[in-house]
């Protein structure tokens, strides 16, 4: 399951049934979990720790030094869980001592090939990274959300549950859940009907999102015209509730 030319520190630590392919690279203080498949020319860097089950396609580049002019060699780490795959070319950096110390990616997420995820971003599950889609350091990606080909997120940006960018998007400032944005600089089109139904949405929530949506995101009137039509509408949705919620954390501002 270990081909012979693979390098191996002594430091780390390789589960069961886990195959690496020739010329892959396994650094200092490496956690891999059982059930993970690492192809050829695949590098993973000191203090990276790997859960089950995740496929790594050759010349992947994962745990390296962040990208960052403040970085001074100090000890920080990268975690991975369960059930994620990185294709060609993908690069995922540690964190920094000036940041959180650590990125962190959950489970069941897709990076295509040339995605990047800098340093000390935080990406939950079941997220998809379509080709070149890439991250700088600081950005927080909930669940379920799919980035299109090309996107670009600048740092510190919050991107909500179940939005969407589509191909060759900038994306300068939050982007609320369950919402559509596109462009070069982003801008919020409307909710994300299409893919909420596939997610098996029901339908009045889809359209309670979309009247919160026109009514924060699109409306000309003033804040409390705002706060006292949504008032009027007495909507008692969860997802209603985060979408305001994430506005009202803010602060980088709304992708409009």
Partial sequence: MIHPSAIISESSVVGNSVSIGPYSIIGENVKIGDGCSIESHVVIKKNTSIGKNNKFYQFASIGEDPQDL???????ILTIGN???????????????SGISKTIIGSNNLFMAYSHVAHDCIIQDD???????????????????????FTLVHQFCNIGDYAFSGLGTVISRDVTPYTLVAGNHARAYKINTAGLKRYNFDEEIIYALEKTFKLFIKSKSSREDVLQSFSDLNYNYDEVKKFVDFINKSERGITR
């Fill in 70 to 76: 403040k970085f001074s060699g100090e000890e920080t």
């Fill in 127 to 149: 997220c998809i990274f379509s080709n070149a889609a890439s991250l700088a350091g600081h950005v927080n990606i909930g669940c379920n959300v799919s980035l299109g080909g």
């Fill in 83 to 97: 059930n994620n795959t990185f294709r060609e070319y993908c690069t995922i950096n540690r964190g920094t001592g």
